[in-house]
């Protein structure tokens, strides 16, 4: 069943998000109504899933009367995510075993290209008020017509970032103390007058990121935004250290050492990561913590976590994975895309059990959260 719901949670966000093309508001919370929904019911025929996404996805009368019609043009007649109506896309191929391949290129190399809203659905920003309407834009709610744009500015502007944050501290005249072997080596020009005096102070250290970065189906709005973040502080910082998990953890690191964003996901398409799975951030963590905690959780680390919080393993063991973390670290970020919901509550079992060890919980959902992150790092 859980190999099932893996295939079908990224159907199921594409579905969303094409109803939405259709004149639907199937907004953020009700595609996480459907998600948990598909996955509590044991589903063997693709035919079963119309009634659950109807009820959770449907908003009006005239959304319920119309819904039929667009369920059968997005999933066809075969299995869910067989092909989509707005694309044609059809399903990823088989290997050689007979068995869907799941692998990241699907997802890396999607964006930008799937989902053509139809003409006069949206309209893309163009003039001087692009910038400040695409910083505020959820991700989630971007017609794809804006998504070129968007993704050429949000790179632009988070190197700028990190460019300020890497920057090298200049000299000042103003320190802790005297430096008084330098004073002295300067009064010897002067006939041993110390008229310039020098100073010390003590060395700033340098922080060190580590990034986790869920990649489970219900992330995939906000994924390959938050690998662009990623990316361009790995660009500018010495010591950062990138993980994607889903039930599992894969370090990355390595693979956005580039000079080009576009070269990194062409390696990332090739390297498995469970990409639009399901969620286990408490075993994610354990093994992150097994792994790596004693190499990269130092009290000079900042670890950050960019994840919806929606965990179908146990809560105690994410609670318990978390609070050790936070012991070694000199502070936990957990950046979330629900918090840009306008009532969202961090009440679901796992988010809840996290919350108690994380010293930052700021939104994810669009460029200018991602921007204003800039004071906690």
Known sequence: MREHYKQLAPAIVEFSRYLRTQGFSADLRQTMTALEAAQAINITNPRDL???LKTT???????????????????GETAPGARSASTGQKRPPKDDSGTRREDSSVFLHSTGNQNPVQEGTAKAV???????????????ELPSEDLPQLEEI????????SQRLSRKLVNSNRADRIDLRRTIRRSIALGG?????????????????VILLDVSGSMNFYSLFFLRFAYALQTHFQHVHTFLFSTNIVEISDLLRTRRLADSLRRLSHRPA???????IGESLQ???????KKLLTRDTIFIILSDGWDTGEPDLLASQLRFAKRSVHKVLWLNPLLGLKDYQPITRGMAAALPFIDVFSPAHNLQSLLALERHL
């Not at 003039?127 to 910083?135: P, Q």
């Not at 007058?193 to 990121?209: G, Q």
């Not at 990409?275 to 286990?280: C, E, L, R, V």
């Open 154 to 161: 949000s790179l632009r502007l988070m190197r700028r970032m």
């Open 193 to 209: 007058e110390p008229l310039v005096l020098a100073y010390k102070s003590r060395k700033t250290r340098k922080n060190k990121l």
């Open 274 to 280: 469970g990409w639009s799975g399901g969620t286990k």
């Open 57 to 75: 996805l449907c908003s009006t009368p005239e959304e319920w009367e119309q819904f039929p019609n667009l369920f059968h043009a997005f999933w």
């Open 50 to 52: 119309l009634p659950t």
């Open 287 to 293: 093994h992150f913590n097994q792994r790596h905690g």
């Open 126 to 140: 163009h003039g001087a008020s692009a910038l400040e309407r695409l910083r505020k834009v959820d991700f989630s």
